[in-house]
């Protein structure tokens, strides 16, 4: 058994130490906002916040993650009116909207890191999160609005 | 989708394949049951006590009120504004309604593939272009044609869903004028109630027993746009919420009680068997349940999808051989050889005499190439099948419904009509999910564990190298320039074909030359004197099959570079040029909306520069700018700015970011994206061997919808074709350099 902490509550899997926490995620707690993509980190869409920060969950063995708090964007404070998933919603961000969850998580570690990111430090942050829809410009524009959103409510 | 140049012919052709199939395009044979029709409600027989279907779209519960959408959602925004039409002339808000995909009819067949199946180019209103367009309803109504495809979502649906909704709340309206012998003039509607003079309301769902039982009023019709409370202007697609909170469940997301995982490995000489396996080393690892032999491949079955790809990636496999070359470079060559007139697939267009025009003023020729291309949206292909006594229900996300019930049937020896399709929500498609993949190796694994729901999830890996690519292609482009103009231009390609390969996996073959291969290169709009259009269609080589834009998304590239050669070799200016030659008014001002826009003045200099490409493709004529910037680093694409003609914007949000992807997907493949066969497999086996535009590379995109076309059309796929070309054309304003493949990354370095 494995024991590890998602979105804050404590939950046991019984699976090899190897096995990814993509995977545990989705096949062994039904945790689905952590999407398999490409399983090597190169697309960004399995992204969650391990102990605070942004990871890929397709590279993170669960051996590794025990005892750690993970958060899923199912976890995520005050989901209700987080800036960065209100920015999203008020720009209409998805088109499919799969790789979507991915990006929030990513976009919420570089708010986290630098409040008001210019474009090039968000290409900098955001080339790891691939859209095959090309919802770019609108990741950005909800970025920039986010931040505008968090400065707001200091 | 293609042309169809002989209606009768064609259509028999399809009906006869329709008889020898059992299934598809609406005729099942055999005389016990009575086939369902385009005319039958498909709503009928799963109505419960008290509820009311008024047509295929629309059912109202004592509980509730479902709008169905007819088309499959691939992100292009279906599940949104096709209920949105409806609900717009139902008088119902946003949250009042469900909403639940089509299930498998006849009466969901696409009437927007009418004006692209007929053979003449979209700008052609003639009444001999009108009347051929009808018939091709017609062939398409008896074919029961339930697919999503073709940038239809709104030319097929525009008229059908917004009179359904108008039928609907006449309906409602009558029965609340029998419950309440008022006039049915006195009531009128809104927010899901019937309104009385005196205020009172009336709630629909508290109206669907009445409306049951009196007829629909069929003459409803829909209101005149200046009267919309929703479409037309900026809304919130409905789907927006949900996708952010994590809480849409796409296919993959999906799980039954009871159920298994799957994971495949299948022979990578596409569409050969299996010739031998060795999973020893399989057996025992965690997880595994069972290792089933399948007509191509193997699978293993597991507690979870983990599981079960280790323990797929560890039997060895013998495959038997590819038909189609094993080395890349061989496909190259037979194309090269198929320039000839036993490969001739059609020659589209004929205007003036090409050869004398030829032999006029200064000869260009150029060579163009264009690869294989993945599709490869970021949900990998997926479903879940069970298989009873009874037939197979399957939960897939699939542009056919109808296409899926015969490929899953015809796999496991079973009749369509048993198989039950739940279509989902999907991580985007680009044509990856107009193919059978999973479909035919789930049926089979779920028929080996009768009973037991099974999960399938494709490896990145194996979703890479099942994906029947975008088809391939070489151009050979004539023409030439006399006195600052251009006097002839003899396009002729050389491809393998998309839409008949497709066809004939759907069970539906077709003999006739693929129209798709016309699309981008027969329908030029430019006042050019002597003009030939030739396809001749690769035999042997990869399947091929649709991938955003189809046909256009090769040609436009060889089209509209071409066109740019003659210009310059003509001495003019690429924007005026094309303003100037534009035959059709409203396309000519989708040009000068593009150069307005960008403010085009002519060259820029300092290493800077811009190109224009033009592409009608669907019926949407699409003009688009480049601007690039030469740097130390590479190329860099500063800005891009998109002018499209769709008659009607109806949702504009959606309609803007239907744009911005289909440039960043135009761009990004056409940067560094190709599928290259060695041993018989594609190489490319994940996004950092195929990776597209990533958001460092990705423009500023302005984009302008206009409504001067006659029809409502299309915007999924017509943004794509000009980016390639548009790109070519600024790099060679930029530095002087003409590339004429893709990708253009082994040419010249981005950024």
Known sequence: ?154 | MGHMQDLSRRAFIFGSAAMAGGIAFGSYCGAEAAAPAAGDNPLTAGLGPNSVTFNPWVEISPDKITLIAQHADIGQGVGSVQPIMIAEEMDLDPGQFEIRFAEPSPAYFNTGFADEFAPFVAADQSPAAEEARAKTLEWLRESGLQMTGGSSTIPDTYQKLRVAGAIARETLKAAAAKRSGVAMADLRTQSGHVILPNGSKIAYVALAAEASKIPPVLDAQPRDPSKWRMLGKPMMRLDIRSKVMGELKFGIDQKTEGMLYASVKLNPNKGQPLKSYDASKARSMPGVRNILEIKNGVAVIATNSWYAMKAVDAIACEWAPSVYPAEQADHWKVLESSFKPEFLGKEWRKIGDIDAGLKTGKLVEAEYRAPYVGHQPLEPLNGIGLVTDKGMEIWVGHQSPRFVQWVAATAIGLKPEQITFHNQWTGGSFGHRLEYENVRVLAEIANQMKGTPIKLVFSREEDFLQDIPRQIAIARHRGSVDKSKIVAADLQLASTTPLKGLLERSGTPSKDPDGQLAAGLWNVYYDIPNFRATSYEAQGLSPSTTWRSVGASTSGFFTESFINELIHAAGLDPMKARIAMCTVPHYRKVLETVAEMSDWKGPLGNGRGRGVAFVESFGTPTAEVVEVTATDRGIRIDKVWVAADVGKVVDPVNFESQVQGGVVWGLGHAINCELTYAKGAVQQTNYNHHEAMRIYQCPVIEVRGLENDPKVRGIGEPPVPPAAPALANAIFAATGKRIREMPFNKFIDFV
């Open chain 1, 1 to 154: 058994m494995i024991e590890l902490t998602v979105n804050g509550i404590k939950r046991q899997v019984d699976v090899v130490p190897e096995m990814p926490l993509l995977w545990v995620l989705r096949d062994e707690l039904g945790i689905t906002s952590a999407k398999y993509g490409c399983g090597v980190a190169q697309c960004g869409a399995c992204t969650v916040h391990i102990d605070g920060k942004a990871v890929r969950s397709c590279q993170s063995h669960i051996g590794e993650v025990a005892g750690k708090s993970v958060v899923t964007l199912e976890g995520l404070d005050n989901k209700d009116h987080h800036p960065v998933l209100q920015a999203w919603i008020e720009h209409q961000v998805p088109q499919c909207g799969y790789c979507q969850t991915g990006q929030i998580m990513q976009a919420i570690s570089l708010l986290t890191k630098i409040p008001k990111p210019t474009d090039e430090q968000i290409n900098q942050v955001m080339s790891g999160n691939l859209c095959r829809c090309g919802t770019y410009p609108r990741i950005r524009a909800a970025i920039h609005a986010a931040a505008a959103k968090k400065m707001a409510e200091k």
